[in-house]
């Protein structure tokens, strides 16, 4: 629940708002599974409509030094603005039906044809609401989003816990390359690189930690189901987007019995 | 940050800050967490631990055995293979050998080891008495030529409980409904346990023919035959690995063991065989409590 400000939608494309205004008169879309849609009741919620947001973005160029680990920090704004982009519109036209959260989240980028430096950002989901009336928007006054599908979001909810919010942290990182001196030093061995250690280590961390920075700002106790994912998308080899997301949650409450764990044999085929 | 495999030494900055503050972050799925915290188990922070090794050539003749630059020659399981017809030519291959290629070995667990005790260290930074759903992998950074060592898990603390006596906390592939039948069967995680081994076939000319299929002199009229050189060499590849592994047991039990082999084809019928064998090592801490019969269940798919 949240006590602050409710937000109201801009900038959405005629036919989006035109599709929204038709999900208000109860008609809903949705890309839950039955047993999916079944569990999202169970807990109180209502699917109010399948939305969307989407960001085609220039990702522009960045000079690196050859020998040199080095985070790309406008590539690494690039990625996280165009994310960011993707997701707003998406809570947009969650807030435009008046929804609580959008479950079921997914982030991709593709590349086309027609636009080698360009890349899309998508973001979708299934807007839902709670049926008591009850706000369970996060902290900012925005829809909660989240990756976990119908049946975690029913597990978590046993849990005492709430999804906040979708957080995600990258960092495009530059790896070096290895002078001369340094491979020929250990020709023949096999040894660790610790420069190569070093610098994936640390990419992989700042990641995490933008991830984890997002989700104290939604005052979140903990981020559950992290996923850390690795690409060079068409930067070369030793430039690497580090991203990692997870849905941040925060306790509800603390008089939470969970059922002991029933053993059980299926009958099925 | 120092970094060797003899001492993890200090985590990067953007861990130590990452472990400081506020919420935790979990690898677990949901369904992985609620068992945990059903288990009395409460989530402290991914760990991961990482090692970029440099994977070089080493030998490919039977006299040069052993790898370029200082590596350890042979040592263990060594046979030679001598193919009846004695020296024809000198294409023939009229001598065959299998051996533990020890280098590999050495670089494999140098890498695993240091990636594991670098997770470890994150883990025990946060105060875990544990960690939970460990994910390894090793494979090659892009194209770099090197090879990564992956190790990550969720650590994990007891409500109400108290750290390891060494500090070290204890590690297990398992999470979630796995780990709380393990532990309702009277048995504790200890550590995780992984061992590798590597034989190489430099094989006789028996053995290429027969390993290139019966097609390729006679067209076809040859028997079918046991190739002895190969069974050999994968025989003793996995024996190598579950001896690895027995000697990192000590006493304990082994749960979940997988065994994983990648086999690469030289050509003219030479293999290097790698066996990775991985487990939960386990220990015993109560006499096992029968749980209730299950309940027969029908799905409505």
């Known amino acids: ?269 | 940050m120092t970094l060797s495999a003899e001492e993890p030494g200090d985590l990067p900055e953007a861990a130590v800050r990452r472990f400081a503050e506020g919420a935790f972050t979990s690898g677990l799925t949901v369904p992985d967490f609620a068992a945990c915290l059903q288990m009395g188990l409460e989530p402290v922070g991914f760990t991961q631990g990482y090692c970029v090794m440099q994977w070089q050539f080493y030998g490919t003749s039977p006299f040069g055995m052993g790898g370029f630059g200082g590596q350890s020659g042979i040592r263990g399981y060594n046979e030679t293979f001598s193919c009846p017809h004695g020296m024809v030519s000198g294409e023939h291959r009229a001598w065959g050998q299998n051996y533990e290629q020890a280098w590999v070995q050495d670089a494999w667990t140098t890498g695993f080891t240091t990636a594991y005790e670098r997770m470890e260290e994150e883990a025990a930074s946060g105060g875990a008495h544990g960690i939970v759903g460990v994910v390894d992998a090793s494979g090659p950074l892009a194209d770099m030529g090197v090879v990564e060592f992956r190790i990550q898990g969720t650590a994990v603390r007891v409500i109400d409980g108290q750290a390891p006596a060494d500090g070290r906390p204890w590690t297990t592939y398992l999470a979630g409904q796995r780990l709380t039948k393990l532990v309702e069967a009277g048995y504790a995680p200890v550590s995780i346990a992984a061992s590798v081994a590597s034989v190489r076939q430099w094989a006789n000319c028996v053995t290429q023919y027969l390993t290139e299929g019966s097609n390729s002199m006679y067209g076809g009229i040859t028997q079918g035959a046991e190739i002895v050189q190969t069974v050999k060499a994968q025989t003793v590849a996995r024996q190598l690995a579950t001896d690895g592994i027995k000697r990192q047991l000590a006493g304990d039990s082994l749960h979940g063991a997988a065994l994983s082999t990648v086999q690469r084809n030289l050509g003219e019928g030479d293999v290097e065989i790698e066996c990775v064998l991985r487990g939960n090592r386990v220990r015993r801490f109560k006499p096992f409590d029968p749980m209730p019969s299950p309940r027969p269940t029908v799905r409505l798919l």
């Open chain 1, 1 to 269: 629940m949240s006590d602050a400000p409710e937000e109201t939608p801009q900038d959405l494309p005629e036919g989006a708002s035109r599709r929204l205004a038709e999900l208000e008169n109860g008609l809903f879309t949705s890309d839950l599974s039955v047993n999916e849609f079944l569990l999202i009741k169970e807990v109180g919620f209502h699917p109010l409509g399948f939305v969307m947001g989407s960001s085609i973005y220039h990702t522009g160029i960045q000079t690196r030094k050859w020998g040199q680990s080095q985070e790309l920090t406008k590539l690494t704004e690039a990625m996280y603005n165009a994310r960011e982009l993707a997701m707003t519109r998406m809570e947009e036209e969650a807030l435009e039906l008046g929804a609580d959260g959008v479950v079921g989240v997914r982030l991709d980028v593709n590349y086309y044809e027609w636009g080698k430096d360009a890349a899309e950002f998508i973001a979708v989901g299934t807007a839902v609401k709670a049926e008591n009336g009850v706000s369970h928007r996060n902290k900012l006054g925005k829809p909660f989003t989240s990756d976990l599908s119908g049946q975690d979001f029913w597990t978590l909810m046993q849990t005492g816990h709430i999804p906040q919010g979708l957080v995600m942290g990258t960092c495009v990182y530059h790896i070096a390359h290895r002078g001369l001196g340094a491979t020929l030093g250990s020709a023949g061995q096999n040894v660790e690189l610790p420069n190569f250690t070093q610098a994936l280590y640390e990419a992989r961390e700042l990641a995490m930690t933008r991830m984890q920075d997002e989700a104290n700002e939604l005052g979140a106790s903990g981020i559950v189901g992290v996923r850390l994912e690795e690409k060079s998308h068409q930067w070369g080899s030793h430039t690497i987007e580090f991203l990692s997301l997870g849905t941040a949650v925060v306790k509800t409450s603390d008089d939470v019995t969970l059922p002991r764990p029933t053993t059980i044999i299926s009958l099925d085929n």
